[in-house]
């Protein structure tokens, strides 16, 4: 089966760093997407990640290892406007060629000045 | 601009009725999902459609019904028989097919409330 697990809630200071966690299982393997949803809006696009390593994206950065089963997204310098939900996303559905997702339940996070 | 277009943002019903939310996109993908999210849950899949009359359900498609007889709607209909009806829903789409790394577009969701 397929699973997905992130923190429920994260909490961090303006202009610091954080790092969301996600662990995921899956029979099988087609990347993961992290995406950006702030309150009572549709989410946006992020990031996907395929192969092992860091990509990064201006201040957001997401990681991935296969083999450990476990992507991070790295937020820098953060911004008030950064407090929101972050949804971690596998793709791997009826062996990737659907292109539907299975979402985590999110992590929100809230930016302190 | 190209996007995908709710409505409507929110939306107030009785119990017992029927209602169909729309979607529209005009960013000419083939694939199209809804998905609905409660407080607390990850985003949970309903129905998906890879291409014009064409639809699969998902995961919690029980209560719901869609169709799809144009490129750019998606129509939902949440049905009486939908136990827990009250939720936000969002309306996405794809470039699809085999592109199973094409991230999802989202509308800006339709908050239902059915009392």
């Known amino acids: 089966g397929q699973n997905i697990d992130q923190p429920t809630e994260m909490t961090a200071t303006e202009g610091a760093i954080v790092q969301i966690n996600c662990t995921y299982q899956?029979?099988?393997?087609?990347?993961l997407f992290w995406y950006q949803q702030h309150a009572g809006e549709a989410p946006t696009f992020l990031s996907y990640?395929?192969?092992?390593g860091l990509e990064e994206k201006g201040r957001f950065s997401s990681f991935l290892s296969r083999s450990k089963g476990y992507s991070y997204l790295l937020l820098k310098e953060l911004q008030m406007k950064d407090s929101a939900s972050y949804l971690c996303?596998?793709?791997?559905?009826?062996?990737?060629?659907?292109?539907?997702?299975?979402f985590g339940k999110g992590t929100k996070l809230s930016v302190k000045p | 601009d190209g996007g995908i277009t709710q409505s409507p943002k929110y939306l107030f019903r009785k119990e017992g009725q029927n209602v169909t939310l729309s979607c529209e996109q005009n960013?000419?993908?083939?694939?199209m999902y809804w998905y609905r999210q409660d407080p607390g849950q990850g985003l949970r899949l309903i129905y998906y459609?890879?291409?014009?009359?064409?639809?699969q359900k998902g995961d919690i498609a029980e209560g719901y019904s869609v169709s799809r007889e144009k490129k750019e709607s998606f129509p939902l209909t949440v049905t009486s028989a939908q136990k827990n009806p009250t939720a936000f829903y969002l309306c996405?789409?794809?470039?699809?097919?085999?592109?199973?790394?094409?991230?999802?577009?989202f509308g800006n969701g339709t908050r239902l409330t059915v009392t």
């Open positions: 996405a789409s794809s470039a699809g097919g085999s592109s199973y790394n094409s991230p999802l577009h």
């Open positions: 899956t029979s099988g393997f087609n990347g």
């Open positions: 990640n395929v192969l092992d």
């Open positions: 996303a596998d793709p791997s559905r009826n062996g990737g060629s659907q292109g539907n997702l299975i």
């Open positions: 960013l000419n993908h083939d694939a």
């Open positions: 459609s890879q291409i014009v009359n064409d639809f």
